[in-house]
């Protein structure tokens, strides 16, 4: 490759941030390079083969409706679909897939490798070029200089990754793979401020090895639901994953080499996560617990490999061996790939402005676990975002922000940067102030055109999408107006008895016939539009209420020295930054909710003692 | 508004032994250098140290009052600003005078709790410390002022934080079960129900100590009656040690009620001298009458007089009956006449209900009845239990007991977990006036505490 050339955008890392920035960036035109240290392992699945759940689940339908891939690719290439939460309402109903993983990383090169645009470069970046205080560019391990307007760093655990199996411990990405060193000392070098974090993945036993009968098959959903609202394509079923339990002996074994665990022997500094707790972590955790439940899940179609969704552990090899020989069906299973730890750098995300650009050096953009996440489809949402705002930079457009009443993206990368993160961030629904208002079901609605906007989604498939729109309309309409009687003889429309809990869609078909011809997806959302309408109907009040406050003025001459209540550090960094508007000041980092009301209530003081004056 | 400095008197209104005014704000030791001379000249006012000096009015050049005074440097002081105390003769006129110089050399008057309010902004006490300083200030009766103290040392915040604990569990107990479909937690809509009920039991607890609480602060209505001329208002003056109800030896001399509040032991009581129950001959009799029957069913507590000078009546035993119900005590009166009454009737209909015998005009056993009156009237305060003194605090719990009722109910007519949680989660801001703000990473936290999930 020429590499005076001058790319417009310059993603630093394949993975399903990097990836997804990588194509966002170059289907809206822009001259893009995406840089990884292994064009064999883009898009890689490092931990489960899976894709979805819930919050999870509901980004990846977002990803889908601004225009993403992950939702194709998962589609084009899942195993199992089930969509979660079934028996509860819309809002909290989520899919997940499991997942081919060689064909998913295959699939996904194969598409950009076909993306006008969009050069795929192999290289370990040691560097981010900076002139002034803007990028211009990377230079990678063996002396390769990539010039670029803008810098979309997504390097994932390979950012000064470190794992450990047992007290052991080597610089990786991940399993064998190089890490990227030099990266990370260079960033805090640019003056960007970096924390340490922990995660982990179980072992990998090989099929033929496992005694099957011993674990509950857990089948794909008789009727599977895509994650991408674009997917034509029947899905099927094509694997069972199976579900097992630890027990008692397994426990003991893992108390007795607690002193092998770099966590618990203090070896391991950086903060653990959670969300997906090593078993380890379990045992201690929860010592009355007498089992722990895992799954049991295919890696993939063309192979052998059976991933231990819930036994990740950092323990010495020897000993996951012993903890398998505890478990019935698993006393033979031959351990393909052992479970690890790793470490690695992160960014503290407070340095960065909305659009994921950081506010120190110009035109450099931070997506995914650099910024203190953890999971594929929270790295993937903000591959794009970066993607998007990297893009319309350069062309000089608005930027691209989606708020927490909108998507939960905008809830994901508001937590980011206004609260920053202590250990490896992970979505939840209850994260969502909105959470009946963001459902699979209108990702579509809320947020397609901006894709459309973006040149993201095809005029083809925003013409679907109106039709839909059109015939759900029509079949709202239809309810509201036609009307029933009930069995206490009482005259209610077709909608009001939509509302009653144990009512569904088609026990109102029984009363009235429909003319519309609704699709299994078009149903759901309707339920949810009526079953959810009072809490809907409420919060766009709510939100409207607080859209007004937000855009309220905040006097240039204001004094904030005057303002009672503050702490050094709010005042500090509201004169610093000197927000234009309560929304703005809301956008600050380490601005508290507190502080914000105190602002408010100081600025109405005012402007009511300036009237009466 | 609060970077002026402010000035009050903070002494109860009215002559007193002494009287205190305070400043606080950035200016508070330049005004008071402005409008007080140390005794001796080259003396220098050192903080925390009280020192003598003279009020001066520095417009018409003159010494008008001897006063200590004492500078409180910010900020370990009451509102974390400077603050300056001067104690002197607490003469309001004096005081005023203060005041008015004051202001002259550049304070503002304080607004009604301003110093508490500066306090609160500025982080010195949590609301419900400042709610319970308002009351000191205004506690009627002594018990009271204990409670107040008892919030102070922040006795109520502590319930307040146990009620915030209970809404985190309950919350992240039904988030478990939303977020976590896969794993099991066999977290039933009959277990969320049960934390429910339970977080409503003790939100019903705190609420009806508000009800002790507004006795307590407003004072108990204690309505005196009986036939006419059994001598109620004799009673009445006694027991408020002044002759405010006319006293004839005619019947019916009182015919509207009077009111009046005073102490017995130490609560306030609102005593009620109620006209005589008679057939009304006169249109105000008659209209003073009827408001006496709707005051006797809203009394907290009844006196029922009875005169042992004279035979029982019919009269007698209809205002036994009537008032049966309110657990009257029985009191038999004039005992410095010859007994004519038989006491043991009149007790017997009026089974189980206490009595005393006493002399409204002579005071016999008017120290008993005081103490009778308190035992049985004044509810009795369990050990620890904590007294909601607002009416903001007692609404706000009353909201959230709404809510807790309306997620019940929806998860009893099915509905499904997440319109569950959206009932509950109105309760956060709700929670958040009451004490500090409820974040989404705490009920995360409180998940993963209780909860063995993650993958």
């Not at chain 1, 899976?50 to 084009?76: P, Q, S, Y």
């Not at chain 1, 997917?231 to 008692?248: D, V, W």
């Not at chain 1, 007498?290 to 295919?298: M, V, Y």
Request: aromatic share 8%.
């Amino acid at each position: 490759m020429n590499t005076e050339d001058e790319y417009d955008v310059i993603v630093v890392g394949a993975g399903h941030s990097g990836c997804e920035a990588a194509y966002a960036a170059s289907c809206m035109g822009l001259e893009t390079c995406l840089i990884t240290i292994h064009l064999e392992t883009i898009a890689q699945m490092s931990c489960n083969p899976a894709i979805g759940g819930l919050a999870k689940g509901h980004l990846v339908r977002e990803i889908d409706a601004l225009g993403g891939i992950m939702g194709l690719l998962a589609d084009e290439t899942g195993i199992q679909f089930r969509l979660l939460n079934r028996s509860r309402g819309g809002a909290v109903q989520a899919p997940r897939a499991q997942s081919d993983k060689a064909l998913y990383r295959q699939t996904m090169k194969t598409w950009l490798e076909r993306i006008p645009h969009l050069t795929l470069f192999q290289g370990i970046v040691t560097e981010i070029l900076v002139k002034g205080n803007k990028v211009t560019g990377v230079m990678t391990l063996d002396w390769n200089r990539v010039f670029g307007k803008t810098v979309i760093l997504s390097p994932g655990t390979f950012l000064n990754g470190l794992i450990h199996i047992g007290l052991h411990s080597y610089s990786a990405g991940r399993a064998n793979e190089l890490a990227s060193r030099e990266l990370s000392d260079n960033l805090k070098k640019l003056g960007l401020k970096t924390f340490r974090l922990k995660t982990g993945t179980p072992m990998r036993l090989h099929k033929q090895t496992i005694d099957w009968k011993h674990f509950t098959p857990q089948p794909g959903d008789k009727k599977p639901i895509p994650f991408s609202f674009r997917t034509q394509k029947e899905l099927e079923n094509k694997i069972i994953c199976y579900i097992g339990y630890t027990n008692s002996k397994t426990h003991e074994i893992i108390r007795k080499n607690l002193d092998k665990s770099p966590l618990y022997s203090g070896k391991i500094t950086g903060i653990g996560i959670r969300y997906c707790p090593s078993i380890e972590d379990k045992v201690v955790k929860f010592p009355h617990h007498s089992r722990h439940q895992f799954f049991l899940e295919p890696e993939g179609m063309d192979t052998e490999e059976i991933y231990v969704n819930g036994l990740s552990s950092s323990l010495p090899f020897e000993i996951q061996k012993k903890i398998l020989k505890s478990i019935p069906g698993l006393d033979q299973a031959k351990i393909l790939r052992p479970a690890y730890g790793i470490e690695y750098d992160a960014v503290v995300p407070t340095q960065l402005y909305p659009t994921l650009e950081t506010r120190k050096i110009k035109n450099l953009f931070l997506a995914g676990q650099i910024n203190g996440t953890s999971g594929y489809e929270e790295a993937a949402a903000q591959g794009l975002m970066a993607g998007i705002n990297a893009a319309l930079k350069i062309k000089k457009q608005k930027p691209f922000i989606l708020c927490r009443d909108e998507a939960y993206i905008g809830v994901l990368i508001d937590d980011l940067i206004s609260k920053g993160v202590e250990e490896p961030y992970r979505l939840f629904t209850s994260r969502a102030e909105y959470r009946i208002l963001l459902r699979i079901d209108n990702a579509d609605k809320r947020l397609i055109k901006y894709g459309y906007r973006y040149g993201l989604i095809e005029e083809k498939e925003y013409e679907v999408f109106l039709k839909k729109q059109e015939k759900i309309n029509k079949t709202m309409a239809f309810l509201q107006k036609e009307k029933i009687k009930t069995k206490s003889n009482e005259t209610i429309s077709l909608k009001d008895f939509l509302k009653k809990p144990e009512v569904k869609l088609e026990n109102v078909l029984e009363y009235k016939k429909f003319k519309f011809n609704l699709t299994d997806e078009e149903i759901r959302h309707i339920e949810s539009e009526v079953k959810y309408e009072g809490y809907l109907k409420k919060q766009e009040k709510e939100i409207a209420r607080i859209r007004k406050i937000d855009k309220e003025k905040i006097p240039k001459e204001v004094d904030y020295g005057k303002i009672p209540g503050f702490t050094q550090e709010v005042r500090e960094k509201l004169e610093k930054f000197r927000p234009q508007t309560i929304g703005e000041a809301k956008k600050i980092p380490g601005i508290t909710p507190a502080a914000i009301v105190n602002l408010h209530v100081y600025l109405n003081i005012q402007k009511r003692e300036k009237c009466s004056t | 508004m609060f970077e002026e400095t402010i000035i009050a008197i903070s002494t109860p209104l009215g002559y007193g032994g002494l009287g205190i005014v305070r400043l606080s704000g950035k200016k508070s030791l330049s005004i008071a250098k402005k409008i007080f001379k140390p005794k001796k000249q080259k003396a220098k006012i050192k903080p925390l140290r009280p020192i003598l000096g003279n009020l001066y009015d520095f417009e018409q050049k003159e010494f008008f009052e001897e006063a200590y005074l004492t500078y409180f440097p910010q900020p370990s002081t009451y509102t974390r600003e400077d603050m300056v105390e001067i104690s002197c003769h607490g003469s309001p006129i004096i005081l005023e005078e203060i005041i008015r110089i004051g202001i002259k050399a550049g304070a503002r008057h304080a607004n009604p709790g301003e110093f508490t309010l500066r306090a609160y902004i500025r982080g010195r006490i949590d609301i419900l410390q400042a709610e319970a300083i308002n009351d000191i200030i205004q506690a009627s009766s002594l018990k009271q002022a204990k409670i107040s103290f008892k919030q102070l040392e922040g006795s109520l915040s502590r319930k307040i934080a146990s009620l915030r604990k209970n809404i985190i569990h309950l919350l992240s107990q039904i988030e478990a079960s939303i977020e976590f479909p896969e794993e099991r937690l066999r977290i039933s809509p009959k277990q969320i129900l049960k934390t429910i009920e339970n977080t409503i039991q003790g939100i019903k607890k705190l609420i009806e100590s508000y009800i002790l609480g507004k006795t307590l602060s407003k004072g108990l209505t204690l309505a005196i009656t009986g036939r006419t001329n059994v001598g109620k208002s004799t009673l009445f003056n006694s027991l408020l040690e002044r002759e405010r109800a006319i006293v004839t030896p005619y019947p019916g001399t009182t015919r509207d009620y009077l009111q009046e509040r005073t102490k017995i032991k130490d609560s306030i009581f609102s005593l009620i001298d109620m006209a005589g129950i008679t057939t009304p001959s006169h249109p105000v009799e008659k209209e003073g009458i009827k408001r006496g029957k709707k005051l006797l069913s809203d009394a907290d507590g009844v006196l029922l007089l009875f005169d042992t000078s004279q035979n029982e009546t019919l009269e007698d035993f209809k205002l036994l009956k009537q008032c049966k119900n309110k657990k009257p005590l029985l009191l038999f009166n004039k005992i410095d006449l010859p007994l004519r009454m038989n006491k043991e009737k009149v007790k017997d209909q009026g089974k189980n209900l206490p009595s005393l015998e006493i002399s409204a005009l002579k005071g016999t056993n008017l120290e008993k009845l005081k103490a009778k009156i308190h035992k049985i009237f004044v509810p009795n305060q369990n050990q620890g239990e904590e007294v909601i003194l607002h009416l903001r605090q007692k609404l706000l719990l009353e909201e959230i007991l709404d809510c807790l009722r309306g997620g019940g109910r929806l998860l009893k007519e099915g509905y499904t977990e997440e319109i569950i949680a959206e009932e509950i989660r109105k309760i956060i801001p709700l929670i958040s006036q009451l004490t500090g703000e409820i974040k989404a990473d705490e009920i995360i936290n409180d998940i993963f505490n209780r909860f063995c999930v993650g993958k």
